[in-house]
């Protein structure tokens, strides 16, 4: 059984915005939805999806509003657009219905996507994909996808998509992608950590076609934030035992230097300082825990500059900026 999913504002707010984009009925709309690793996109993902798609006693006789696909870097580490085809057209084919399930009764919102693979492995479907094209696969989806009602395609770890040969402009993916959407008729839905920017970057007729919700982090800088984080790191500790009650509180820098204020991290790090204490034979979470939990140097500096690129992506540009475009 699934440990209860944490409501903070980071998260409500990124689900809510991103239901609020599915709402708009554009052709051929994409919707970036972008956040650090752990800030819960896979989260918000299956509810969304759930939320969107609505009970399916209303959908109609063979008709599937929505699917969730990997863009996985599956051909000697690059990402192969007819490996991606073929997801497509294997989740219409024989949808993967997992993410129905209510998500109490869920470990992992990730399970879907394992399903997914492992029917991927089938001899049937290994073969079906050898005596294929790329453009057969892609044909057969487009004509499925209209028959079936198809309105969004949910597309996690889209940041996959940036990983292709020297040959290869990823934003060409993207705007075959684009066009893909507005020929069938669907909402096309991105889940990718900052580095999926670069399917977007210089491209106006991608960015203009496109709407981001950013699953935001929190930052002890901002007075709001640091209250919210707080209260995030309160929530998560019930789970755990510490020598005082306000160990927690009293080292809120340790836990965000641990985490840069994103849910996830700030989870796996409680759970690194319980296990340090599991193996020290103790009862209790002490402060020796909480600093031994932190990760070492060269990753604790790669997950803040991955904070930091997140933070530029979400800045607007600065008056002096704007004004220098203008002059």
């Not at 006693?57 to 490996?83: C, M, N, Q």
């Not at 990718?192 to 930052?219: H, T």
């Not at 230097?257 to 020290?280: F, I, P």
């Amino acid at each position: 059984m699934s440990s209860p999913i944490v409501l903070h504002p980071a998260f409500v707010q990124a689900k809510d915005a991103l239901l609020r984009a599915l709402v708009t009925d554009v052709p051929g709309q994409l919707i970036f939805v972008i956040g650090l690793s752990g800030a819960g996109k896979s989260e918000i993902r299956y509810a969304t999806m759930q939320a969107y798609a609505g009970n399916p006693k209303g959908w109609g006789r063979g008709h599937l509003p929505a699917i969730a696909v990997r863009a996985t870097p599956s051909d000697r580490s690059y990402f192969s657009s007819k490996e991606f085809a073929m997801r497509l057209y294997v989740e219409l084919r024989e949808p993967n219905l997992g993410w129905l399930t209510h998500r109490s009764a869920v470990d992992d919102p990730d399970d879907v996507h394992l399903r997914s693979e492992e029917r991927l492995t089938d001899s049937f479907w290994k073969n079906f994909r050898y005596t294929r094209t790329e453009h057969d696969l892609r044909s057969h989806f487009e004509r499925m996808a209209v028959a079936r009602g198809l309105r969004a395609i949910f597309v996690e770890q889209a940041a996959s998509i940036t990983r292709t040969n020297a040959r290869k402009d990823p934003r060409d993916h993207m705007e075959s992608y684009m066009c893909l959407a507005e020929e069938i008729g669907v909402t096309l839905v991105l889940f990718g950590v900052p580095a999926a920017s670069v399917l977007w970057k210089g491209k106006a007729e991608i960015r203009r076609r496109s709407r981001f919700v950013f699953v935001e982090r929190y930052r002890l800088s901002d007075a709001n934030d640091r209250a919210c984080f707080e209260r995030l790191a309160v929530s998560l500790a019930q789970g755990y035992r510490f020598a005082t009650p306000d160990l927690l509180r009293r080292n809120l820098d340790l836990a965000y230097a641990a985490s840069a204020g994103v849910c996830g991290e700030l989870k796996g790090y409680l759970t690194r300082a319980d296990d340090l204490r599991a193996g020290q034979g103790v009862d209790m979470i002490l402060k020796q825990h909480l600093e031994g939990a932190i990760y070492a140097e060269e990753d604790l500096v790669t997950l803040h500059e991955a904070a930091s690129a997140f933070d530029v992506l979400r800045t607007p540009a600065s008056a002096s900026a704007i004004r220098r475009v203008l002059a």
